[in-house]
């Protein structure tokens, strides 16, 4: 082949024809002429790992990312052969493994190409540094669209990009730079219809290319490692997308308070101030769980330490702030002290716990506490040690949740902003270099975290934060997407990184609301809000250079807006909290970018703007200032708007009035949407009703799940949680609501409000389980159409005169 040639002058090998095959049981090893080893491993009937050795020889087989928790087996398997090939076939796909030259091709059962090599494997060595430069490409076929990666602050669909994966601290990044904080090397690939998915788990330096380069070629590479990545059939991108998060892991369900809205600054002290701030937002009547403590609390910035004149009395502080529903966070970065007087950088030199040169000194960078060593998170024993670090704060001093930063890791005033690549790693005894351990850093420093804090907090539940991460990372914590700035172009981005994180497996996320570097107006913190109730993680952070960010900084107007936004978040715990239980038990992404809820609908392969929150919720920001309104693309189906109650029409552009007070918002016709009632933080208040918003529609067409448990503690793990299904179906003159309860935990409220919404018809009868009801026993509201009825009834029949 010509084009090989060329390749091959440019330092390119490539595998041979395949000379042997061997099986057992669920690895299938293909071998060439030339030392190459193709090693299959069947995890799913859709879920398979490519692994590619050269020389014969595989690295010992170890990955941070993948969990043990996944769902393994497959239900069938056959291996053929013809003159050309081996044809793998499971229950999903077929795979086809040229013998001339090892390509991969794999079919769907209809016998369509789902995914094709191009070049396929091949590698360069590497001089340097030794092992090989690792390469794949494939064909792109025409009108192929790509997602997922991560962070990257670029438009949804990566069709045309080239993106690169390197751990970065980014301030003030801007739009398409690249890289920024997280690697998360997974890709969906979606064409006519059929998505797939490809995990490259590899730790190194990695790039991907989506027909950048070439046009009908989508390749991926990394500097070192092996090249070992797992595919995913789905055709849905929700199952591609599902069976990666359950590969790489889901996350417990966090504290109910870890889904309200929390307040943040760069800095929040002395203690006299962080007051004055709590207080203000109950005098203020806006909801807030959680109140952060920036660098400034410590002593000099040394980690574990408190400075005594800013904070006298953390322990009594921090309960004075819990007893007005204040969750106290700290941060915690990764950078320790060069200090003999510190016990922490003591216990870690006393027992060499921080990372190294290539020749042995230890690696010394600066970050905010000056000159610092670094713990090496690779490290088990680093790790245990690093979890036992938290029984002052979180055990004794009783803070709730821990927000790990800079942990690229970081570095000030040197070339790359990080470590070298000679430092050192242990990477759990397969001892690298920083080449390899760079992008896995930050997972490990914050699953050390968990450990502790979860540990120590027990029987609560932790709460974490990152700002780096690598794939899996959303198994320990949750993250926010690093150092933003106040403009209407990073709320653009915020939204895009929110549901692009989301379709990473990594949804619990959310940016700096109102920007972290620079000074919004109050218009665009208004705008940002109300986007930001909307984001899994829902916090307000600055730098605080530039004034203050809290929403009565703004005047009045604003902090009505914010209160209006804030407090539909906390009216809508229990439907965010049953997104989250669906996150964290099938790995299905919290928010729904378009292609993702409606792939089938070509309008939403390029669409950025609006996105479905949960499922049934679809939200679309305003991203301009002196807005009245915005055109936007109702996806299709039928949907009302929540402001109005009209019925819109979905498939189509439409305008949408939005002044300042209002954010594009529309409702799934068929929906049951719960309601707590409004609380300053989560657990003020006895929830003495639930209340059910239910959006008419003709047919059956939506279930709705409310998920509810203590909110805290893992008496759910022992059964104690109850998942009330509700099915909707409309009639012209009849409605029927049918409700399935599993779970034996006893909600505190006896009793429903349902109020329907959109119905055709003036109710004249209600039935609860087959037993006509007096409409006063049930306190019928004819104006609203509201009910009360009892928690537990199966099936609820409406009927018009
Ligand atoms: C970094 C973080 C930011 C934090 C600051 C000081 O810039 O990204 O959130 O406030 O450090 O700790």
């Known amino acids: 082949m010509i084009i090989n040639t060329e390749l091959e002058q440019k330092g390119n090998l490539f595998p041979g024809k395949i000379i042997s095959f061997s099986q057992n049981v669920d690895k299938l090893n293909f071998t060439t002429d030339n030392g190459v080893i193709l090693q299959l491993t069947i995890l799913r009937g859709s879920v398979i790992r490519f692994r590619y050795a050269t020389d014969t020889n595989f690295e010992k087989d170890f990955s941070y990312a993948i969990s043990e928790t996944g769902a393994r087996?497959?239900?069938?398997?056959?291996?053929?052969?013809?003159?050309?090939?081996?044809?793998?076939?499971?229950?999903?796909?077929?795979?086809?493994?040229?013998?001339?030259?090892?390509?991969?091709?794999?079919?769907?059962?209809?016998?369509?190409?789902?995914?094709?090599?191009?070049?396929?494997?091949?590698?360069?060595?590497?001089?340097?540094?030794?092992?090989?430069?690792?390469?794949?490409?494939?064909?792109?076929?025409?009108?192929?669209?790509?997602?997922?990666?991560?962070?990257?602050?670029?438009?949804?669909?990566?069709?045309?990009?080239?993106?690169?994966?390197?751990?970065?601290?980014?301030?003030?990044?801007?739009?398409?730079?690249?890289?920024?904080?997280?690697?998360?090397?997974?890709?969906?690939?979606?064409?006519?219809?059929?998505?797939?998915?490809?995990?490259?788990?590899?730790?190194?330096?990695?790039?991907?290319?989506?027909?950048?380069?070439?046009r009908n070629v989508t390749s991926f590479w990394a500097q070192g490692g092996e090249m070992n990545y797992y595919f995913f059939y789905g055709p849905d991108m929700q199952e591609v997308i599902t069976r990666y998060t359950d590969l790489t892991g889901k996350p417990e369900l966090p504290p109910l308070w870890a889904l309200g809205y929390h307040q943040c600054k760069w800095s929040y002290y002395p203690e006299s101030k962080v007051k004055e701030i709590t207080n203000k937002f109950r005098e203020l009547q806006i909801p807030c769980d959680a109140i952060y403590l920036d660098i400034d609390y410590m002593e000099g910035f040394r980690c574990f330490t408190w400075n005594k004149e800013y904070f006298p009395d953390p322990k009594r502080m921090v309960s004075e702030l819990l007893e007005k529903g204040?969750?106290?966070?700290?941060?915690?970065?990764?950078?320790?002290?060069?200090?003999?007087?510190?016990?922490?950088?003591?216990?870690?030199?006393?027992?060499?716990?921080?990372?190294?040169?290539?020749?042995?000194?230890?690696?010394?960078?600066?970050?905010?506490?000056?000159?610092?060593?670094?713990?090496?998170?690779?490290?088990?024993?680093?790790?245990?040690?690093?979890?036992?670090?938290?029984?002052?704060?979180?055990?004794?001093?009783?803070?709730?949740?821990v927000w790990n930063d800079m942990n690229e890791p970081a570095v000030m005033e040197v070339?790359?902003?990080?470590?070298?690549?000679?430092?050192?790693?242990?990477?759990?005894?397969?001892?690298?270099?920083?080449?390899?351990?760079?992008?896995?850093?930050?997972?490990?420093?914050?699953?050390?975290?968990?450990?502790?804090?979860?540990?120590?907090?027990?029987?609560?539940?932790?709460?974490?934060?990152?700002?780096?991460?690598?794939?899996?990372?959303?198994?320990?914590?949750?993250?926010?997407?690093?150092?933003n700035v106040a403009t209407w172009e990073h709320l653009w981005i915020a939204n895009i990184q929110a549901q692009r994180m989301s379709m990473s497996g990594m949804s619990f996320t959310g940016s700096d609301i109102g920007g972290f570097a620079e000074h919004p107006t109050g218009e665009l913190?208004?705008?940002?809000?109300?986007?930001?109730?909307?984001?899994?993680?829902?916090?307000?952070?600055?730098?605080?250079?530039?004034?203050?960010?809290?929403?009565?900084?703004?005047?009045?107007?604003?902090?009505?807006?914010?209160?209006?936004?804030?407090?539909?978040?906390?009216?809508?715990?229990?439907?965010?909290y049953t997104m989250f239980w669906e996150y964290a038990e099938f790995g299905i992404p919290m928010l729904k970018s378009l292609v993702l809820f409606d792939q089938k609908d070509p309008q939403t392969h390029y669409?950025?703007?609006?996105?479905?929150?949960?499922?049934?919720?679809?939200?679309?920001?305003?991203?301009?200032?002196?807005?009245?309104?915005?055109?936007?693309?109702?996806?299709?189906?039928?949907?009302?708007?929540?402001?109005?109650?009209?019925?819109?029409?979905?498939?189509?552009?439409?305008?949408?009035?939005?002044?300042?007070?209002?954010?594009?918002?529309?409702?799934?016709?068929?929906?049951?949407?719960?309601?707590?009632?409004?609380?300053?933080?989560?657990?003020?208040?006895?929830?003495?009703?639930?209340?059910?918003?239910?959006?008419?529609?003709?047919?059956?067409?939506?279930?709705?799940?409310?998920?509810?448990?203590?909110?805290?503690?893992?008496?759910?793990?022992?059964?104690?949680?109850?998942?009330?299904?509700?099915?909707?179906t409309g009639k012209e003159n009849e409605i029927i609501i049918q409700q399935h309860k599993d779970g034996s935990y006893i909600t505190e409220y006896e009793t429903m409000q349902i109020k329907l919404i959109g119905l055709p018809f003036k109710i004249h009868e209600i039935e609860i389980d087959n037993v006509v009801v007096s409409l006063e026993s049930i306190k019928f509201d004819s104006e609203n159409n509201i009910i009360i009825v009892p928690k537990d009834f199966t099936e609820l029949h409406i009927v018009s005169a």
Not at 432 to 447: D, E, F, L, P
């Open 73 to 214: 087996g497959y239900s069938m398997l056959k291996v053929e052969e013809n003159e050309k090939a081996y044809i793998i076939t499971t229950s999903k796909i077929s795979i086809h493994i040229s013998k001339v030259n090892i390509h991969v091709t794999i079919y769907d059962k209809d016998d369509n190409v789902v995914c094709k090599d191009d070049w396929g494997f091949h590698w360069e060595q590497s001089h340097q540094y030794g092992g090989n430069i690792v390469k794949m490409s494939k064909s792109a076929p025409q009108g192929e669209c790509y997602y997922g990666l991560g962070d990257k602050p670029m438009h949804l669909n990566l069709k045309g990009k080239r993106v690169e994966n390197w751990a970065t601290d980014q301030y003030a990044f801007g739009k398409d730079q690249d890289p920024l904080y997280k690697s998360v090397p997974f890709y969906i690939g979606m064409h006519e219809e059929r998505a797939y998915g490809i995990f490259f788990d590899n730790t190194f330096k990695t790039f991907f290319d989506f027909c950048h380069e070439r």
């Open 326 to 401: 204040f969750k106290t966070i700290v941060i915690i970065d990764p950078g320790i002290k060069i200090d003999n007087d510190y016990f922490v950088y003591k216990e870690a030199i006393n027992n060499d716990y921080f990372c190294k040169r290539a020749d042995g000194p230890y690696m010394r960078g600066k970050v905010w506490p000056g000159e610092c060593f670094f713990p090496d998170f690779t490290n088990p024993e680093v790790r245990e040690w690093w979890a036992g670090l938290f029984k002052e704060i979180i055990g004794e001093v009783g803070v709730k949740g």
């Open 415 to 483: 070339p790359g902003k990080t470590f070298p690549n000679d430092v050192r790693h242990d990477y759990d005894g397969n001892h690298c270099s920083h080449r390899k351990a760079h992008n896995i850093y930050g997972t490990q420093m914050a699953r050390a975290t968990y450990e502790g804090v979860k540990r120590f907090a027990y029987p609560k539940r932790p709460f974490i934060i990152t700002r780096s991460a690598y794939s899996g990372a959303q198994r320990y914590t949750s993250s926010w997407t690093g150092d």
């Open 525 to 576: 913190y208004a705008r940002w809000i109300q986007l930001g109730v909307f984001h899994p993680f829902c916090r307000t952070h600055s730098s605080g250079d530039h004034g203050n960010q809290e929403p009565w900084t703004f005047g009045e107007e604003i902090v009505e807006v914010t209160r209006k936004y804030v407090q539909l978040r906390y009216q809508l715990l229990p439907y965010l």
């Open 607 to 728: 669409r950025t703007d609006e996105f479905v929150f949960g499922n049934q919720i679809l939200v679309c920001p305003i991203q301009e200032p002196n807005a009245k309104g915005r055109r936007m693309y109702i996806p299709r189906g039928n949907w009302y708007n929540y402001w109005t109650g009209n019925y819109v029409k979905g498939g189509m552009e439409q305008w949408v009035d939005a002044d300042l007070d209002t954010i594009p918002l529309f409702i799934k016709e068929g929906a049951i949407i719960p309601k707590y009632p409004i609380q300053q933080y989560v657990g003020e208040k006895k929830i003495e009703e639930l209340k059910l918003e239910a959006y008419y529609c003709l047919g059956n067409k939506e279930v709705s799940k409310v998920y509810e448990d203590a909110h805290d503690g893992y008496d759910y793990a022992k059964g104690r949680f109850s998942l009330r299904s509700f099915s909707f």
